[in-house]
T-cell receptor, first 117, second 112 residues
Framework: AQTVTQSQPEMSVQEAETVTLSCTYDTSENNYYLFWYKQPPSRQMILVIRQEAYKQQNATENRFSVNFQKAAKSFSLKISDSQLGDTAMYFCAFMKHSTGANSKLTFGKGITLSVRP | DAGVTQSPTHLIKTRGQQVTLRCSPKSGHDTVSWYQQALGQGPQFIFQYYEEEERQRGNFPDRFSGHQFPNYSSELNVNALLLGDSALYLC???????????FGPGTRLTVL
């Protein structure tokens, strides 16, 4: 079974600054995907960024980038130039690779990020 | 292109009652997964449907059941409701073989 741990329940950052959200996971799988999802106060969960475990290069999406350390089973999210709209709950999630049926997502407990004006 | 939709938005039930939640997947998606999100927690996987069959199941009792229709929409049924079933129920759709899941806005279930 896989587990995802987000040990920081809350973080706060000043607008325009950079913040890093931490995530660790445990798995015996070698081929898998890692995700960061954002859930704003309006509730709808949206995908922020995705990393394939077989790729050594860290994924980036505009102001969002990850630091993927496979050996350490660490997957942190860096948000640059923080904006007020980044205020949300952020979830780290794991999905094992499957050639057949789609796999389930295993989520961490989430971290509440507040961006201060 | 409509995304994932869920109904109703909110629901209040009493202990022992039964409830049905509904989900319409994003256009073109054939797989529906259901998650339960307790307040302040991450979503927990309930089950997944593909080709009208339950393909995977999480650690939830048989009181939780589901269905997928030929148009790929899905229902989640919960019988004999308990106070602990109060949560946000999220539906996510995907295309079989793809790793990205798209989430709906959720149904907030309150059990009194």
């Amino acid at each position: 079974a896989q587990t995802v741990t987000q040990s920081q329940p809350e973080m706060s950052v000043q607008e325009a600054e950079t913040v890093t959200l931490s995530c660790t996971y445990d798995t015996s799988e070698n081929n898998y995907y890692l995700f960061w999802y954002k859930q704003p106060p309006s509730r709808q969960m949206i995908l922020v960024i995705r990393q394939e475990a077989y790729k050594q290069q860290n994924a980036t999406e505009n102001r969002f980038s990850v630091n993927f350390q496979k050996a350490a089973k660490s997957f942190s999210l860096k948000i640059s130039d923080s904006q007020l709209g980044d205020t949300a709950m952020y979830f780290c999630a794991f999905m094992k690779h499957s050639t057949g049926a789609n796999s389930k997502l295993t989520f961490g407990k989430g971290i509440t990020l507040s961006v201060r004006p | 292109d409509a995304g994932v939709t869920q109904s109703p938005t909110h629901l209040i039930k009493t202990r022992g009652q039964q409830v049905t939640l509904r989900c319409s997947p994003k256009s073109g998606h054939d797989t529906v997964s259901w998650y339960q999100q307790a307040l302040g927690q991450g979503p927990q996987f309930i089950f997944q449907y593909y080709e009208e069959e339950e393909r995977q199941r999480g650690n939830f009792p048989d009181r939780f059941s589901g269905h997928q229709f030929p148009n790929y929409s899905s229902e989640l049924n919960v019988n004999a409701l308990l106070l602990g079933d109060s949560a946000l129920y999220l539906c996510a759709s995907s295309l079989q073989g793809a790793n990205e899941q798209f989430f709906g806005p959720g149904t907030r279930l309150t059990v009194l």
